[in-house]
C-alpha cells in the first residue's frame, strides 16, 4: 500500500503561471520530505526538502509547503518555465538511513 | 565529474537467465541504494547499503540480490528474471543517507525487459 500519493499524474500550466503539485502522506512517523524533478532518460535530481518542523521551505523559483496535520504537502513553482517541464517526484522518510517512500509522480507540461 | 554510472543502458533479455546490473559511484558515498520505476508506483526501493558489507532489504527486494564488497560499487543481481521485473531501474548514492537530499546522486537508469 503506497504511502506517498500523488493523485495527479499530470499538470498543464502556461508559462509564467504558477503550477501547484501536491503530495499526501499516510504514515504519521514520516519527517522529512523531498521533491525530485526528472527529465526524460535521466535519473531524479533532487529540488527541494522540509522537515516537519517546519511548514514551509523557499528555494529561488520553488516553495514547499507542509500542512502535518493533514498529512499534506504541496510544491508551488512560480513564475513557470518551459524548462520545467518534467516529472516531480514526492517522498519521505522516517530515518537519516531508511527507505524513501517515493509517490507516483506528476508529469508537468508547462506551455508558451 | 561527480556522477553515478550504471551499465548496461538498456538490456533485453529472457525469462531465468540471470543477470547484473552494474552500479559505479566516484565521490566515495557510504550510501548506496537500487530503486525500481513503473507506471503509477513511481520508484519504490529494492536494497540499499549503508557501506562495505552492509545491506538492507528496500520495499520490494523479491527477486533481486546485492552485494557492496567495494564502497565505489553496488551491482544488482537478478537470479532468475521474470516479466514482473520488466522496469527502470535506478541507482543511487549519497554520503549521509537518503534525509541528505541535495548529496543524493541518481544514475541515469537502466531500462530492463524480460521476455
Known amino acids: 500500500d503506497q504511502q506517498v500519493k500523488q493523485n495527479s499524474p499530470s499538470l498543464s500550466v502556461q508559462e509564467g503561471r504558477i503550477s501547484i503539485l501536491n503530495c499526501d502522506y499516510t504514515?504519521?512517523?514520516?519527517?522529512?520530505f523531498l521533491w525530485y524533478k526528472k527529465y526524460p532518460a535521466e535519473g531524479p535530481t533532487f529540488l527541494i526538502s522540509i522537515s516537519s518542523i517546519k511548514d514551509k521551505n523557499e528555494d529561488g523559483r520553488f516553495t514547499v509547503f507542509l500542512n502535518k496535520s493533514a498529512k499534506h504537502l504541496s510544491l508551488h513553482i512560480v513564475p513557470s518555465q518551459p524548462g520545467d517541464s518534467a516529472v516531480y517526484f514526492c517522498a519521505a522518510i522516517t530515518d537519516s538511513w531508511g527507505k524513501l517512500q517515493f509517490g507516483a509522480g506528476t508529469q508537468v507540461v508547462v506551455t508558451p | 565529474e561527480a556522477q553515478v554510472t550504471q551499465n548496461p543502458r538498456y538490456l533485453i533479455t529472457v525469462t531465468g537467465k540471470k543477470l547484473t546490473v552494474t552500479c559505479s559511484q566516484n565521490?566515495?558515498?557510504?550510501?548506496m541504494s537500487w530503486y525500481r520505476q513503473d507506471p503509477g508506483l513511481g520508484l519504490r526501493q529494492i536494497y540499499y547499503?549503508?557501506?562495505?558489507?552492509?545491506?538492507d532489504k528496500g520495499d520490494v527486494p523479491e527477486g533481486y540480490k546485492v552485494s557492496r564488497k567495494e564502497k565505489r560499487n553496488f551491482p544488482l543481481i537478478l537470479e532468475s528474471p521474470s516479466p514482473n521485473q520488466t522496469s527502470l531501474y535506478f541507482c543511487?548514492?549519497?554520503?549521509?543517507?537518503?534525509?541528505?537530499?541535495?548529496?543524493?546522486?541518481f544514475g541515469p537508469g537502466t531500462r530492463l525487459l524480460v521476455l
Open positions: 565521490m566515495n558515498h557510504e550510501y
Open positions: 504514515n504519521s512517523m514520516f519527517d522529512y
Open positions: 547499503s549503508m557501506n562495505v558489507e552492509v545491506t
Open positions: 543511487a548514492s549519497s554520503k549521509e543517507g537518503t534525509r541528505s537530499g541535495k548529496t543524493q546522486y
